[in-house]
């Protein structure tokens, strides 16, 4: 710094190197405005997607057929104890269940009223025994059909041959089934037709929906 002889130039001097120092930190200002940092180099980031529209269909997850939610829970609308209804030896909770639930999940496409999943899932095999649930494919829920088992007609006291016949169609607001149902330890032969309201069963009634 070079001195200037009397106060008055000492003065100036201070308020020229003043007058630099504010220009300065202006301009500094200025540049830091335009680059978007703030305190402590801070980057402004975007707005966050927390509250956003969801998406029109479900992302697939790893392991389910594109489109599908994966499972997530069963749903018993008439009396039941757990995952079993009312009385009866089946439980759509246990580990077989589940399984054949989610390969259900991970290999087919709807197949009732739109967005259901009609799966037929394994009870007896010895006796050609079925159960039947429907899964929502927007969001992985399960609803049980009330029965125990179908199979296909029985064949005096040697029971049935061959598995029961299912009719069903993402077209249509019923399906039916042409067999042998077992419910509450008693079976009854014919063709039944059921739909779905989105909670329970309607059409033909089973002995576990009274």
Not at 47 to 74: D, I, K, L, M
Request: aromatic fraction near 12%; glycine fraction near 10%; charge should be negative.
């Amino acid at each position: 710094m070079v001195w200037i002889a009397g106060g008055q130039g000492r003065w100036q001097m201070y308020v020229h190197w003043l007058t630099l120092l504010i220009a300065l930190f202006g301009i500094a200002g200025m540049l830091a405005a335009c680059s978007g940092a703030g305190p402590s180099g801070a980057v402004a980031v975007s707005e966050s997607r927390e509250g956003a529209s969801p998406a029109a269909a479900p992302r697939a997850v790893a392991g389910t057929a594109p489109g599908n939610a994966p499972y997530a829970g069963v749903v018993m609308s008439y009396p039941h104890s757990g995952c079993s209804y009312q009385y009866s030896p089946v439980d759509f909770c246990d580990a077989g269940h589940r399984a054949q639930i989610n390969e259900a999940i991970r290999t087919q496409v709807p197949n009732f009223k739109t967005h259901y999943i009609l799966a037929q899932l394994d009870e007896r095999k010895e006796n050609f025994q079925r159960s039947i649930v429907l899964i929502d494919s927007r969001d992985g829920t399960v609803y049980p059909l009330p029965i125990d088992a179908f199979s296909g007609p029985l064949v005096d006291k040697e029971g049935a041959r061959d598995y029961g016949k299912v009719e069903t169609s993402s077209e249509t607001d019923t399906f039916c089934v042409s067999s042998a149902l077992l419910v509450y330890r008693a079976f009854e032969e014919g063709r039944f037709c059921f739909g779905f309201d989105g909670v329970r069963f309607t059409g033909h009634t089973t002995q576990y929906m009274r």
